[in-house]
């Protein structure tokens, strides 16, 4: 099956800088989905991408669908201590893949 | 406002033993999960229920069985527990199959001796 990449595993960054994350697939997507887990919690749902190159804001965050619809990008800025977690993307099913999530990054801020 | 509901949170079994994990949604939401988390592997998918009466194979669906018992349940068994089945087990739920978002519960922390 088709699988799906996400860049880097982990990042350790101060805090107040800004952090971005990569989910990158071989193959087109129909839209893409953003989850976040803290450290001990479940997944929770953010956001889906549907449009080429749409681009959605929710306060800090910044999510992008590329223009090929192949890669995503979670851009934070000026990151806090409640960004702390892993980062995940999910890819939706095709007529030969069930739905994919991504392995995540996982976040670390250090105050 | 319950959301997903898994029970039990958390299960020491010795190896070979049986057990079947619950999940119930009352979001009225036609396609049910069951995913695996271990360190560093991210969520794999065991089985999903893309809507009431049917059950399919995910990625890693060995070792397991479900059962969609009506709309609102969709419970996982393991039959002969091994300890690579050690894991995190979450529950989730979406309006749709695939192109919706997925709603997950708290999880059951299993463990296998």
């Known amino acids: 099956g088709q699988q799906v990449m996400q860049i880097p595993q982990y990042q350790h960054v101060q805090e107040g800088e800004d952090f971005t994350t990569y989910c990158n697939s071989s193959?087109?997507?129909?839209?893409i989905q953003w989850y976040k887990q803290r450290p001990g919690g479940h997944p929770v749902f953010l956001i889906q991408l549907v449009k080429s190159g749409e681009v959605k804001k929710q306060k800090r965050l910044t999510f992008q669908f590329g223009e090929a619809k192949k890669n995503s990008s979670l851009h934070i800025t000026a990151t806090q201590t409640t960004d702390v977690g892993t980062y995940f993307c999910l890819k939706p099913k095709t007529s030969y893949d069930k739905v994919i999530f991504g392995p995540g990054t996982s976040l670390s801020v250090i105050p | 406002n319950a959301g997903v509901t898994q029970t039990p949170k958390f299960q020491v079994l010795k190896t070979g033993q049986s057990m079947t994990l619950q999940c119930a949604q009352d979001?009225?939401?036609?396609?049910m999960y069951w995913y695996r988390q271990d360190p560093g592997m991210g969520l794999r998918l065991i089985y999903y229920s893309a809507s009431e009466g049917t059950t399919d194979k995910g990625e890693v669906p060995n070792g397991y069985n479900v059962s969609r018992l009506n709309k609102r349940e969709f419970s996982l068994r393991l039959e002969s527990a091994a300890p690579s089945q050690t894991s995190v087990y979450f529950c989730a739920s979406s309006r749709e199959y695939s192109n919706q978002p997925q709603h997950f519960g708290d999880g059951t922390r299993l463990s296998i001796l």
């Open positions: 979001m009225n939401h036609n396609s």
């Open positions: 193959t087109t997507l129909s839209n």
